[in-house]
């Protein structure tokens, strides 16, 4: 609140979260349910007082139910119960839908939402335990390489992901910000052709840091969801000719900002 007293903002993007990768969540689901709950109330309460003209927030399709048809759409967020290892967050992240919603309908507001795949990209988190799998294979590269010893992938390396550059998603949020006045939330993800197993993700990761060694991978350690593919197709109505970084080339930034970064990057 204190912030919005200061800064008056007519328009709000709202990023703040408790955000893991499955083995983070996997852990504390009641945690990242109060928190995301906290935060979104704060947030958007602050937007209504304040008299905000728009606020974009983020959800996950990690919140989508988890048994569903593919691709899934926006339409599908309330359908069924979100995968078991991210219940908390995926309930907090819908609910922000429903405040959405809430608001519009009692207070006439603008509050939308956008909803990312898999992001990655500069300024990540890439710790190795609580990070997101493109992160913490980025990070995991370095090691292998500069340890000379193997790069680990943790699960089998199957399940599927389309992963979104941060610099594309920052592009599609800007513009929701500016022309998009809906309150039902819009997927903003690579199409479906560009989805990726774990597998693809990590050789891409490899042959971005040029490491030669040995890959193994820990099948002890769980999946998580096989996959949660989403169309894009509503993003692509309003955007036809959106062109996003490809994935081999989005990796290869990241991975040389972490090496330029490595001292001060968040790991
Ligand atoms: P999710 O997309 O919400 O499930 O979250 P993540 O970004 O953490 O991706 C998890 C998937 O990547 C699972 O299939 C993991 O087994 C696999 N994975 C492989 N190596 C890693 C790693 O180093 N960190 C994480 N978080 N996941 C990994």
């Known amino acids: 609140m204190a912030l919005f007293e200061k800064h ?3 328009h709000v993007i709202h990023l703040a979260a408790m955000v893991g990768g499955l083995f983070r969540n996997l852990a504390f689901n009641l945690d990242f349910f109060r928190c995301n709950m906290k935060i979104n109330d704060n ?3 602050a937007c209504f007082v304040h008299g905000v003209k728009k606020c974009v927030s983020c959800l996950s399709t990690c919140a989508f139910p988890d048994k569903i048809t593919y691709p899934i759409n926006e339409l599908n967020l309330h359908d069924g119960p979100p995968h078991d290892s991210n219940f908390g967050f995926a309930y907090a992240k819908r609910m922000l839908d429903v405040m959405n919603r809430g608001y519009n309908s009692q207070h006439n507001c603008t509050f939308t939402s956008v909803i ?3 992001v990655f990209g500069p300024h990540d988190n890439f710790n190795l335990q609580d990070g997101h799998a493109l992160p913490g294979l980025v990070h995991k590269g370095y090691l292998a390489k500069k340890e000379n010893k193997p790069f680990v992938i943790w699960g089998t390396g199957s399940p599927r992901r389309q992963f979104i550059y941060s610099l594309d998603l920052a592009r599609v949020i ?4 500016r022309e998009y006045d809906d309150v039902s ?3 903003a993800s690579v ?3 560009d989805e990726v197993s774990i597998k693809e993700a990590a050789e891409m990761v490899v042959r971005a840091h040029g490491f030669k060694g ?3 991978y820990d099948t002890s350690k769980s ?3 096989f996959k949660k593919t989403a169309s894009n197709a509503k993003l692509r109505k309003y955007l036809p000719d959106f062109k996003f970084t490809p994935t081999e080339k989005a990796i290869q930034e990241t991975v040389d900002w972490f090496i330029k970064n490595y001292e001060t990057a968040r790991k």
Do not use: A, F, R, S
């Not at 800007?174 to 910000?177: A, K, P, R």
């Open 116 to 118: 990312p795949t898999n």
């Open 191 to 193: 199409g479906e052709e």
């Open 43 to 45: 947030v958007l309460h």
């Open 223 to 225: 999946d998580g969801q």
């Open 174 to 177: 800007i513009w929701v910000l």
């Open 8 to 10: 008056k903002p007519t």
């Open 214 to 216: 040995k890959i193994v």
């Open 185 to 187: 939330p819009m997927i």
